[in-house]
C-alpha cells in the first residue's frame, strides 16, 4: 500500500491490540440473545466420525456458534469489541465449516470477506488480501476500518480455501487460494541479507521499525499450512517458511528462561538475535493470549505431517506449564519471561490450546485439563461468557482431533 508511514504505525498499534479486548476471566455463562439477524437457528447434521472424543460438544458449540455469532450474510460478530469483524473471525469460521463439512456457512463466511474485507485505495481493490478490522466508522456508517492485512487471518483463510477446494471439488476455491498465496508471498515475506525468510505478521512497513530489525509474532507461524501451500504453490519456496518458523520458535522461547513462547518478539536481522521488545513498545514480549495458539499450530504440524521438530518443540517448551499444573492444577492468563504468573485468573482458551499439544506428549496431563477446565466452562453449546468470540473458537479448535481431518485433503492428488 502507498501509505504513509505513521499511519500505517498508527493504525497497527490497533492490529497489536486486536486479543486485548476478549474476555480473559474463567466465567460463569451470562444469558443472552442471538441477533435477529443471525443463521437460521436449524441445526447442521455435522459429519464427524461417530468415534471422535467430545463429538457431542463440538457439534452442539458448532451450531451454537453458527446461530451466535455468525449473521445470515456469513459475517463473523466480536461482541466484546464493539460487534466489529475481522479477517481472523471470517478465517476460523471457514476453518471449522471445513473440518465439519457445512460447505454453507464455508460459502457465506469466505463470501461476506470477499465482498467487505478487500483492500483497496482509490476505490480499486490493491490485492486479494483481507483487510483485518471491519467494523463502524466515525461517521456511523459500517466498513473496513483498517487496510492493513494480519498475516494469520489469510493463512488459515487460503488453508481453509484448499482443503475445501479437495473437500468438495471446488476448483475455484483452489483457484483464489493460490491468488492469495501469491499475495501473501510479495508483502507478508521479509527476506533477510543472508537469505533468509521470515513470515511477517502484517505489511513490512508496519513491522520493520528499521533497516535491521523485524517484529514478529509466533502464534501466527503454520508450519503445516506452509507444507499444504507447497504442494499447490511451486513458484515460491513456502517450505523455507517451515525452516524459519522453527527457527524463530526455537530461538525466541529461549528469550524466556523457562522456554516459554511470547506473543511477540523482535529479531536483529543482523546478528539474527532475537531479543524483547522494549518497555515502552505496544506489543510485548511475554506468554499471553496470542501465544497459546503456538500449541496448536505446531501440535497440527506434529500430527497432519508427523513432524520430529514439531514435537520436540511441543515436549521441551510446555515444561515449565506442566509444573504449574503439577504443582496447582492452575496456569495464570499471562506470564512473564522467568514464568511468573502476572495476572490470578485463567484463561479457557489458553487451556484448550494446550490440551491440544498436551494430547500429543503428555496425554495424562490433557486429560486432567478436559475434566477440570474445560468441561466444567462449557455449558448448552458456550465456553464461559456467551460473547466470548475468541474463547469459543480456540476452546473448539483445541478440542478437535487433528485426526478427523481426512489425510487425503493433506495431500496433493
Not at 456511523?140 to 476500518?145: K, L, M, P, T
Not at 464461559?384 to 474463547?391: L, M, Q
Amino acid at each position: 500500500m502507498n501509505v504513509p508511514k505513521l499511519a500505517v504505525i498508527v493504525s497497527v498499534i490497533t492490529l497489536y491490540s486486536c486479543n486485548l479486548s476478549y474476555s480473559i476471566k474463567t466465567e460463569t455463562p451470562v444469558t443472552a440473545v442471538p441477533p435477529s439477524n443471525s443463521q437460521d437457528a436449524k441445526p447442521f447434521v455435522a459429519n464427524l466420525p461417530e468415534s471422535t472424543p467430545n463429538r457431542d460438544i463440538l457439534v452442539e458449540s458448532w451450531n451454537t456458534y453458527r446461530t451466535r455469532f455468525i449473521q445470515a450474510d456469513g459475517r463473523v460478530i466480536d461482541y466484546e469489541a464493539s460487534d466489529r469483524s475481522t479477517s481472523e473471525g471470517q478465517a476460523y469460521a471457514m476453518l471449522r465449516a471445513l473440518i465439519i463439512d457445512d460447505s454453507e456457512t464455508f460459502a457465506s463466511t469466505l463470501d461476506w470477506g470477499e465482498k467487505n474485507l478487500q483492500r483497496q485505495k482509490d476505490g480499486k481493490r490493491t490485492d486479494s488480501l483481507w483487510a483485518w478490522k471491519w467494523g463502524r466508522k466515525a461517521d456511523g456508517n459500517w466498513g473496513a476500518i483498517d487496510a492493513n492485512f494480519a498475516s494469520d487471518g489469510d493463512i488459515d483463510a487460503i488453508t481453509a480455501l484448499i482443503l475445501a477446494a479437495r473437500r468438495w471439488n471446488r476448483p475455484e476455491y483452489l483457484q483464489l487460494a493460490k491468488t492469495k498465496l501469491q499475495d501473501l508471498w510479495n508483502l507478508s515475506i521479509a527476506t533477510t541479507p543472508s537469505g533468509k525468510r521470515y513470515l511477517l505478521p502484517g505489511p513490512a512497513i508496519a513491522f520493520s521499525p528499521n533497516s535491521t530489525t523485524i517484529n514478529l509474532n509466533p502464534s501466527y507461524l503454520a508450519p503445516y499450512a506452509f507444507r499444504i501451500f507447497a504442494q499447490v504453490d511451486q513458484e515460491r519456496n513456502w517450505l523455507s517458511l517451515v525452516d524459519s518458523s522453527y527457527e524463530i520458535l526455537e530461538k525466541s522461547s529461549q528469550i524466556s528462561s523457562v522456554g516459554l513462547p511470547s506473543d511477540w518478539v523482535a529479531l536483529d536481522t543482523k546478528n539474527n538475535k532475537y531479543q524483547p521488545l522494549p518497555p515502552s513498545s505496544p506489543i510485548q514480549t511475554l506468554y499471553s493470549f496470542d501465544a497459546y495458539r503456538v500449541w496448536w499450530r505446531v501440535a497440527l504440524d506434529a500430527a497432519w505431517f508427523n513432524s520430529p521438530q514439531a514435537k520436540r518443540y511441543l515436549q521441551t517448551s510446555t515444561t515449565h506449564l506442566q509444573k504449574l499444573w503439577r504443582e496447582k492444577s492452575h496456569l495464570p492468563a499471562r506470564l512473564d519471561l522467568q514464568g511468573k504468573g502476572l495476572v490470578d485468573y485463567e484463561a479457557t482458551s489458553q487451556y484448550a490450546m494446550i490440551y491440544a499439544a498436551w494430547q500429543l506428549v503428555e496425554p495424562q496431563l490433557a486429560d486432567q485439563v478436559l475434566e477440570k477446565k474445560l468441561i466444567p466452562q462449557y455449558k448448552q453449546g458456550i465456553w464461559g461468557d456467551y460473547s466470548a468470540y475468541y474463547t469459543q473458537n480456540l476452546a473448539w479448535l483445541g478440542l478437535l482431533p487433528p485426526s478427523v481431518v481426512p489425510q487425503e485433503l493433506l495431500t496433493s492428488k
